[in-house]
């Protein structure tokens, strides 16, 4: 008994300090950092832009008049829908009669006042001033960007009230002014989509019967309900540059249904448009392409609508889904090439595969890839079945299918420019298949046009052009035309028209180039230039007393994206693609080199003349 | 009755519950003691209200040891919990936005020093550009301020933004403030802060909460802001808001966790008194079980004790304490026993010499008149006190059979008619002796009761016999009744009557009103006795009524069956004629000369007692019929408790009329005279 006692004594403090053990070990588990443990995925949560807003503040009472204006400038760039803090500051003729959306003005510093010289000053009752400033755009009542220069002055006029003793401006410049930072913080640009207007249905030219999109560039306030201002810009029709040559499929007179409230994705993306009673009688296939038209609006402004549901008062129109879209309607940014095509050591024509990383290019099959020409630049048709290549010299064109051996045809054209830089350019082809060739002879200076790359070439129209068209593209639409245009003072811009082509039957179309207007007004010197979206170019130039650099424009002449790509230095050609993602290829003076988004400039091999097919 | 009972209720204790609460006088003080409801009745009622649902509880509370323990402990942990938690929380909160508060600090330092350079450059930039400085168009400021704030937020996106609010209020120079982030300007920072910041050049910092224009919910943050100058040298306030959200989040943290390690202390606690001290309440709660089995006579009750802590000592304390108590009742009951014993053995032993004697005084009795006078006298008494001792010797017996539980009770339907009738017969020549007329009344109907014919004969001869005897010649008047579940017989002299404080003391072994007075009958003072063990034996109950002078009232009640309880009595004990009712007719209480007393219902616990003795009925002075009067009926449910003080103070209650002067004699306890061992030995010695 005792001897049992014992033994229990003495096993009762082993197991007591065996589970103290055991209990330390697991608290000393939970009471430290884990180093290793399961595996999850990481949320990306989107980094949310540093917005500055300004708050319009009414005016003070017995304000100066300085101050008004001040607080007038101050109100207009502010995110007030209506403007309504701004038109405090007016008087009740002024506020009747000021209309803030017929037009905006960018200045580069913002409005400056000086003070009025008019003898007027001394009255008590009545003060007047001038805003100044140095112009950079405007923005017009379409809210279509053009770039703009100039001094900037606008009287302002300001009374005293005789009842209440407050000072209000009575005379106010039409529209909005701001500066250029301003502007940029407050507007954002949006693609408006239209379809050219030669291609309408039936007429069976194009690559599939499909209507080609064209994109129709605005500005609208960005943080003043933006998808309803672009798809109220997108109803009330093209702008006025793009005019003649799109057409759309919203019948006239087509707005948004009267009382609408703000249009907003619904939580599956969908946003759901009610249209007044004139798109009340639509067809199918043009409903489809009305909704494709909006949908390719809003995708540009956000990712977040996939579908669109058009409805006008209780009936539903149709419906499209962005996988659907495709189907309706083409557009540039939408088309993929295959290759990357450039002329290699052996002046015959070669060509890479377009996305990927390789180095080593292969001869294209067919006349020009053989090298039974010596070439000097190409050009790949956009379905990449044909291409012209212009002669060693520059006095010859050549067209050839890429197809294993064919032979090389009589050239098409022949210029007879004294040296060689005065002769053939670069080629173009558009989407329909016509090559497009500058002749840069100075005797005859011609933009041509071959249709289908063969034929007797059409001379384009230019009519208002002053100096000499140096080298052409096309855009993918077929209906946007950038040209680098060399002044008689030796300055070369870039200019952007549009295509219009009056087709006679019986008869060869005439062809001509309006609306022609600087996208590069900053620029002095544009060496080479490539579409590089459906509304944006990139650009090799050089500012005034600068060096040479690379950038992006808007066809506008904007540059909305202050981001640039890389420097690159002695870049002689430039070729980028309507497709975003595939890498901008260059010609400098390491040869072929290449920009993967993302990354630097990387040699691919050496060459000349890269281009992507169009 | 009814009224008193309720209106000690809140108060009654445990202590109390048992003790009778009849007067007036004693409620008050026991109203006083508990204390003092005398407000106004409603405010009583509202209290009662209150308190009825929370009686259960507060009974437990009053009960329940470890239930007091438990909560007191619950309580001071929480307090303990709460003020550590708040001294905890306190620390932790200062320690983060000291912390916040410095980088914040510096951060704000900085930001504010690259506004003042931007405006420095821009003003720089401007002169240089050659615009005279009194005529600088204020062109840039629009746009520079807002190129300002984009740049100074865009350092520290999500960790802090930026404001800028016009110097001087509202008006200040038609400017308009800005922020970063969708931060609403003007209702996030503080009013107090922003005339601060127009007030002095010097850097101020608040404490506010970020409203957002967007749906975000609001923030705590801290905002510093400084007065700082644009371009053109006009004032504007920069502020910088750093939003308080990550302390936020581990202030919460903290609380959360100190919230839940509180609980568990706290149920912790609980849970440990709860453990300790019923390691304590369980001894003492089987202590006092034991002790109440004690109480109540189960004497060889022990406590169970092991271990040989307090609470072990104690029990062997306890234990000792109950067997020397059982050892000294064992002793006292087995000389009790034997005193009994030897009183019946006595008279048994006396009994076979007194016949001897008795034949021999019968001889000496017959031959003496040829004795000489004095002789033949000695004789004579001899014959006299024989027959005295021989009836007292029977009266011993029969007490001793009493005592020693040996009566039985011969149960039969009797007609008391008839018992009264022999009774009245046998008392006649007596009553024609005394000159004394007996009168039956309330005969004319049959009054059948189950009960022994022999004891109720006796009872009823010994009442009449002693009505005769002190009726002085008067009348004496035997009253029949029977009503509800009970008859009585009462018995009614108009002679001297009782003293005040007699007629609870007629019934004691050998007591005589007057020891001068000689017995004319052979009275052994033992007759009354007798008769009550008599009634008790019945179920029945055996009262006496007196005034001094104005006779006497002795009433036997008996219940119709045998074995049901008796709950009131035909007729009132106090006669319709006496002098009280006759001065004040029923209207109020007799205000004196009432006496009327029963028997201390129970003395001792003998083995023939086991049915409880009942309260004797309140004798109301209203004018009671022959029926039984409701009112009569002991109304209050108060259970005797075998006391010999309480029977006689409680009949004394309803009757209302006994002042304690009248009754106390030198007798305030009134305990031992009740007692009818002791009652014999101090009659004996007077």
């Known amino acids: 008994m005792a001897a049992d006692r014992e033994g229990g004594r003495r096993r009762v403090p082993v197991r007591a300090v065996a589970y103290a053990v055991c209990g330390a070990v697991l608290l000393a588990g939970c009471a430290s950092m884990p180093d290793s443990g399961d595996l999850r995925g990481v949320e990306s949560t989107p980094r949310q832009d540093t917005q500055v807003r300004v708050f319009a503040m009414p005016p003070a009472e017995n304000a100066p008049p300085a101050e008004i204006v001040q607080g007038f400038l101050e109100a207009l760039t502010s995110d007030d829908p209506h403007f309504e803090t701004a038109r405090e500051y007016l008087t009740d003729k002024a506020r009747r009669s000021w209309r803030p959306e017929l037009s905006t003005t960018v200045l580069a510093d913002g409005p400056g006042t000086d003070p009025g010289r008019v003898g007027d000053r001394e009255d008590a009752d009545a003060y007047s001033l001038t805003l100044t400033g140095t112009k950079v755009a405007t923005v017009d009542a379409q809210q279509s960007y053009a770039p703009a220069e100039g001094e900037y002055r606008a009287p302002v006029h300001l009374t005293r009230d005789g009842k209440t003793g407050q000072w209000r401006i009575d005379t106010v410049p039409q529209g909005v002014v701001m500066g250029k930072s301003d502007f940029q913080r407050n507007y954002m640009s949006v693609n408006k989509y239209y379809f050219a207007a030669h291609h309408a249905p039936g007429a069976g030219d194009g690559a599939s019967g499909q209507p080609m999109a064209v994109a129709d560039p605005v500005y609208v306030r960005k943080r003043v309900d933006p998808l309803t201002q672009a798809v109220r810009s997108l109803l009330s029709g093209p702008t006025r540059l793009l005019g003649p040559a799109v057409r759309t499929s919203f019948p006239p007179g087509t707005a948004l249904a009267k009382g609408a409230s703000s249009l907003t994705p619904d939580d599956r993306n969908r946003l759901t448009v009610e249209l007044n009673g004139r798109a009340a009688r639509t067809g199918p296939d043009t409903c489809d392409e009305m909704a494709a038209q909006l949908l390719f609006t809003l995708r540009t402004l956000t990712p977040a609508v996939d579908e669109v549901d058009l409805r006008s008062g209780e009936t539903r129109l149709c419906s499209l889904t962005e996988d659907r879209a495709a189907a309706v309607a083409a557009r540039g940014s939408a088309q993929h090439p295959d290759y990357l095509y450039f002329v290699d050591g052996e002046e015959r024509v070669v060509r890479l595969p377009a996305g990927g990383s390789a180095t080593r290019a292969d001869p294209v099959p067919g006349a020009l890839g053989s090298g039974e020409a010596k070439l000097r630049s190409v050009a790949v048709s956009r379905d990449e079945h044909d291409a012209a290549g212009v002669g060693l010299d520059g006095a010859s064109l050549y067209v050839a299918p890429l197809v294993s051996g064919a032979a090389l045809g009589e050239r098409v054209l022949a210029s007879r420019g004294p040296t060689e830089a005065e002769r053939l350019s670069t080629p173009s082809w558009d989407a329909q298949g016509d090559l497009w060739v500058v002749d840069r002879d100075p005797a005859h200076p011609r933009l041509l046009m071959l249709e289908d790359g063969a034929g007797r070439p059409v001379t384009v129209r230019t009519p208002g052009l002053e100096g000499r068209v140096q080298d052409v593209r096309v855009a993918a639409d077929g209906v946007r035309i950038a040209l680098v245009v060399r002044a008689e003072d030796g300055q070369r811009s870039l200019l952007i028209g549009r295509i219009e082509r009056e087709a006679k039957s019986g008869e060869r179309p005439a062809v001509t180039v309006r609306g022609l207007r600087s996208a590069t007004p900053g620029l002095e010197e544009v060496t080479a230039m490539s579409w590089s979206g459906d509304s944006r170019l990139v650009v090799v130039g050089r500012e005034r007393g600068g060096v040479q650099q690379i950038g992006y424009v808007q066809v506008d002449g904007s540059t909305p994206e202050p981001q640039a790509p890389a420097a690159l230095t002695g870049v002689q050609e430039i070729a980028a693609s309507e497709d975003e993602r595939l890498p901008l290829v260059a010609h400098s003076e390491d040869g072929i080199v290449r920009l993967p988004s993302g990354t630097q400039w990387q040699k691919v091999t050496d060459g000349t003349a890269p281009v992507y097919p169009g | ?343 019946s053995d006595v008279s048994h032993e006396l009994r076979t010499p007194l016949t001897t004697v008795r034949m021999a005084a019968d001889v000496i009795h017959e031959a003496r008149e040829d004795f000489d006078p004095v002789t033949a006298r000695s004789a004579e008494l001899l014959a006299d006190q024989l027959d005295r001792f021989e009836s007292l010797l029977a009266d011993l017996l029969e007490i001793s059979r009493f005592d020693a539980g040996a009566a039985a009770l011969e149960a039969e339907p009797i007609d008391l008619r008839e018992v009264v009738r022999r009774v009245v017969t046998g008392a006649e020549p007596l009553a024609e002796r005394k000159g004394t007329r007996i009168r039956v009344t309330g005969d004319q109907q049959p009054v059948v009761a189950e009960a022994d014919a022999r004891r109720v004969e006796r009872i009823l001869r010994n009442l009449v016999v002693n009505a005769v005897e002190h009726g002085e010649g008067k009348d004496v008047v035997v009253k029949l009744a029977a009503a509800g579940g009970a008859v009585a017989v009462a018995v009614r002299d108009y002679g001297v009557g009782l003293k005040p404080g007699e007629a609870a003391r007629v019934f004691s072994r050998f007591w005589r009103a007057d020891p001068a007075r000689a017995r004319t009958t052979g009275g052994t003072g033992l007759g009354l006795s007798i008769a009550l063990e008599d009634a008790r034996l019945h179920g029945g109950w055996l009262q006496a009524w007196g005034e001094p002078g104005g006779g006497s009232q002795f009433r036997l009640t008996l219940p119709r069956t045998a074995d049901e309880p008796l709950r009131g009595s035909p007729i009132p004990l106090e006669p319709a004629d006496s002098r009280g009712r006759r001065t004040a007719e029923g209207t109020a209480p007799p205000s004196g000369g009432a006496r009327a007393a029963t028997v201390p219902a129970q003395q001792s616990a003998g083995p023939g007692q086991a049915r409880p003795a009942r309260d004797p009925i309140p004798p109301r002075p209203a004018a009671a019929p022959p029926a039984a009067d409701p009112t009569a009926l002991p109304g209050n449910g108060a259970r005797v408790v075998p006391r010999p003080v309480s029977p006689a103070r409680r009949q004394d209650g309803p009757s209302a009329a006994e002042p304690p002067a009248a009754h106390g004699d030198g007798h305030p306890a009134g305990g031992p005279e009740e007692d009818p061992n002791s009652q014999g030995e101090a009659c004996r010695g007077r």
Not at chain 2, 80 to 102: E, T
């Open chain 2, 1 to 343: 009755m009814s009224g008193d009972s309720a209106a000690s209720a809140p108060g009654r204790s445990g202590a109390r519950a048992g003790r009778p609460v009849g007067r007036k006088r004693r409620y008050l003080a026991g109203g006083l003691l508990h204390g003092g409801v005398q407000g106004s009745p409603v405010l009583r009622l509202f209290m009662r209200w209150v308190r009825r649902p929370l009686l259960p509880v507060i009974r437990l509370w009053r009960r329940n040891l470890q239930l007091k323990v438990v909560v007191t402990t619950l309580l001071m942990s929480l307090g303990v919990v709460l003020l550590l938690g708040f001294v905890v929380i306190g620390q932790v909160r200062n320690g983060l936005l000291d912390a916040k508060v410095k980088a914040s600090q510096s951060q704000a330092t900085g930001g504010f020093a690259a506004a003042k350079q931007r405006a420095d450059e821009a003003a720089t930039a401007a002169g240089d550009a050659g615009t005279p400085v009194d005529d600088r168009p204020s062109q840039n400021v629009i746009q520079w301020m807002s190129d300002l704030v984009y740049s100074l937020s865009s350092g520290g996106q999500g960790a802090f933004d930026v404001v800028t609010l016009p110097a001087g209020g509202d008006s200040g120079g038609g400017r308009g403030p800005r922020a970063s982030g969708d931060v609403a300007p003007s209702a996030s920072i503080p009013e107090s802060l922003r005339e601060r910041v127009d007030s002095s050049t010097a850097a101020a910092q608040s404490y506010t909460r970020i409203v957002y224009n967007s749906s975000e919910a609001s923030q705590p943050a801290l905002v510093i802001g400084k007065r700082v100058n644009d371009p053109n040298g006009d004032p504007y306030q920069l502020y910088y808001l750093f939003p308080l959200t990550q302390e936020e989040k581990s202030l919460s943290l903290v609380k959360g966790t100190l919230a839940t390690a509180g609980l568990f202390v706290v149920v912790l606690f609980g849970a440990i008194a709860w453990l300790v001290v019923r390691q304590v309440v369980t001894p003492v709660r089987m202590a006092a079980g034991v002790a109440e089995r004690l109480s109540a006579g189960r004497l060889q009750e022990r406590m169970k004790v092991t271990g040989e802590d307090d609470i072990a000592r104690l029990g062997e304390a306890f234990n000792k304490m109950a067997q020397n108590l059982q050892l000294k009742i064992s002793q006292l009951e087995d000389l009790s026993r034997m005193q009994r014993r030897f009183v």
